[in-house]
């Protein structure tokens, strides 16, 4: 097993009188595809934004690189953020600037020179497979799968370690959403990246190495991802199935 | 029934000493953030250009009609006492000590404090600002402080066409509609209005300035609950920043006469 880059320990969130996390106990392995599953309104986005210190915890720790992240402020946590590259459910590209300035961002805000940014933008840009075209136009002119491709690519300027991608797929339609799993497995084999993935689609699992499932707040099950069709866990069985009866309450009103 | 009211008024006394302490402390954070780091000139430009150039229509003719207001009203009551040539004077001080600031910082809450309001809610709720400081921008840095920045500087500005209006109004009605002397007119301004007056407003308008862009970069920071969110923020906006205008205003012109 590969040594854990990011380690939560037994890691609760309470917003008003909602607690939304109940003691999460999870490692992320290095340089590996791991999946967070769970139900919509589990959490999961909650869990992810915990990893990057967006959300500070009611109690509990947040290792990364032997530092608990939790106690840290906003400045200190600044080379933290170098390390990791954060890639929005609907990519959280800024509206008013282009795609160029939106990919570019972090290097024309550090004053670098601008050839050498569309160089670095055109690069991060044939990453993602995205024509050079898009490169002038603004995120409202862009399709969902394409606005999360440059969400990705802007990621992929600061050349994070690890990069967290909060359900990447929901919203596209399956071919979309297979060619993003790719461009995620093959980020990650090229570039030896940790990543985290938020997710509840199944297909993932072709990629994925690892698998966490969080229900009820807490982390139900953690396994291999290529052997979940055979785990007999009875929340992963359940979930990865679809299926109604089992361990995980099946509200009707929750679903909705 | 006592120990319910009690409670109640309790909950509400925390809750808005917490409000008014998350309030000063994101000033206090915009100051310091604005004091240690580079400010973004080209960003204060594009907001100047947006708070002040897009605003200055609605200033020009609020400020040319409270002029000819004024002065219709000046007449209508100096008439009786046989004062008409002190118009010029009364509505050149009233334009340039109160109404000047005053009006324009109201319209430019309206105009471009809710717009701003509504776009940084929107940017917080679809993640935008979180997406900022993943990428290690300092939003208080790319979005609040030039904000701040630029509407303190824009606001005496806008408030000197506004003055000029008004005075340029109340002379029209005085020389054209109320066919009064537009000599006494001007000489009335010259011999009453000083350069301090002028001044005072300035002054005025730019902590005008400082206040509604502080109010509407709070309110739009601290968005939540989606696109009802932007719209909840965007009101409070522009009323929490009418009423600290008003009431500040009272105790500017206060210090500024103690000066």
């Known amino acids: 097993m590969p040594k854990n880059v990011i380690q939560l320990i037994d890691v609760h969130k309470k917003f008003d009188h909602k607690e939304v996390l109940k003691g999460i106990d999870l490692a992320i392995p290095e340089g590996k595809m791991t999946v967070v599953i769970g139900r919509s309104g589990e959490g999961k986005s909650v869990l992810l934004k915990h990893m990057i210190g967006l959300i500070k915890p009611t109690s509990g720790k947040v290792i990364i690189d032997g530092v608990d992240i939790t106690q840290l402020d906003q400045h200190d946590l600044d080379p933290y953020y170098q390390k990791f590259g954060y890639v929005f459910q609907f990519a959280a590209l800024l509206d008013s600037l282009t795609v160029y300035e939106n990919i570019g961002i972090s290097l024309i805000e550090n004053n670098v020179h601008s050839d050498q940014v569309l160089q670095v933008v055109k690069e991060k840009l044939a990453l993602v497979n995205l024509e050079e075209d898009t490169l002038y136009r603004y995120p409202a002119q862009l399709s969902g799968g394409m606005r999360k491709r440059v969400g990705l690519a802007r990621t992929l300027v600061t050349n994070p370690e690890i990069i967290l991608y909060d359900e990447p797929t929901t919203g596209l339609d399956p071919i979309t959403s297979r060619v993003i799993h790719e461009l995620m497995y093959d980020m990650q084999q090229r570039l030896k990246?940790?990543?985290?993935?938020?997710?509840?689609?199944?297909?993932?699992?072709?990629?994925?190495?690892?698998?966490?499932?969080?229900?009820?707040?807490?982390?139900?099950?953690?396994?291999?991802?290529?052997?979940?069709?055979?785990?007999?866990?009875?929340?992963?069985?359940?979930?990865?199935?679809?299926?109604?009866?089992?361990?995980?309450?099946?509200?009707?009103?929750?679903?909705? | 029934m006592i120990l319910q009211m009690v409670n109640t008024l309790g909950m509400f006394v925390l809750a808005t000493c917490d409000q008014l302490g998350k309030f000063t402390l994101f000033f206090a954070h915009a100051a310091y953030i604005a004091a240690t780091t580079r400010l973004k000139i080209t960003k204060v430009i594009a907001q100047m250009e947006i708070i002040g150039v897009e605003s200055l229509t609605i200033v020009v003719l609020t400020g040319?009609?409270?002029?000819?207001?004024?002065?219709?009203?000046?007449?209508?009551?100096?008439?009786?006492?046989?004062?008409?040539?002190?118009?010029?004077?009364?509505?050149?001080?009233?334009?340039?000590?109160?109404?000047?600031?005053?009006?324009?910082?109201?319209?430019?809450?309206?105009?471009?404090?809710?717009?701003?309001?509504?776009?940084?809610?929107?940017?917080?709720?679809?993640?935008?600002?979180?997406?900022?400081?993943?990428?290690?921008?300092?939003?208080?840095?790319?979005?609040?402080?030039?904000?701040?920045?630029?509407?303190?500087?824009?606001?005496p500005f806008l408030t000197i066409f506004s003055m000029i209006c008004g005075i340029i109004g109340g002379y029209l009605v005085c020389a054209y509609v109320l066919e009064l002397s537009p000599e006494d007119y001007i000489n009335s301004i010259r011999t009453y209005v000083e350069l301090s007056d002028i001044n005072g407003g300035l002054v005025k308008a730019a902590v005008f300035g400082l206040i509604l862009s502080w109010v509407r970069v709070y309110k739009g920071f601290y968005t939540y609950g989606g696109a009802r969110g932007v719209g909840i923020s965007t009101t409070q906006s522009v009323v929490t920043s009418s009423i600290m205008i008003l009431i500040s205003d009272y105790f500017l012109t206060k210090m500024i006469e103690q000066l």
Request: proline share 3%; aromatic share 10%.
């Open chain 1, 193 to 256: 990246i940790t990543s985290v993935i938020v997710s509840h689609d199944v297909e993932i699992f072709k990629y994925a190495d690892y698998v966490a499932l969080l229900q009820d707040g807490k982390i139900q099950f953690f396994g291999d991802a290529k052997t979940i069709w055979e785990s007999e866990n009875p929340y992963i069985y359940q979930f990865i199935r679809g299926l109604s009866d089992g361990p995980i309450q099946v509200d009707v009103a929750h679903a909705a």
């Open chain 2, 64 to 155: 040319t009609f409270s002029g000819m207001v004024f002065a219709l009203q000046s007449y209508i009551g100096f008439k009786r006492v046989g004062g008409e040539q002190f118009i010029g004077s009364v509505v050149a001080l009233a334009m340039i000590r109160e109404l000047g600031p005053v009006l324009t910082g109201l319209m430019v809450t309206g105009r471009a404090g809710s717009a701003i309001a509504a776009e940084l809610g929107a940017m917080e709720i679809t993640e935008q600002v979180d997406a900022l400081r993943t990428l290690r921008i300092d939003p208080f840095q790319y979005l609040v402080v030039p904000r701040i920045v630029a509407a303190t500087i824009i606001l």
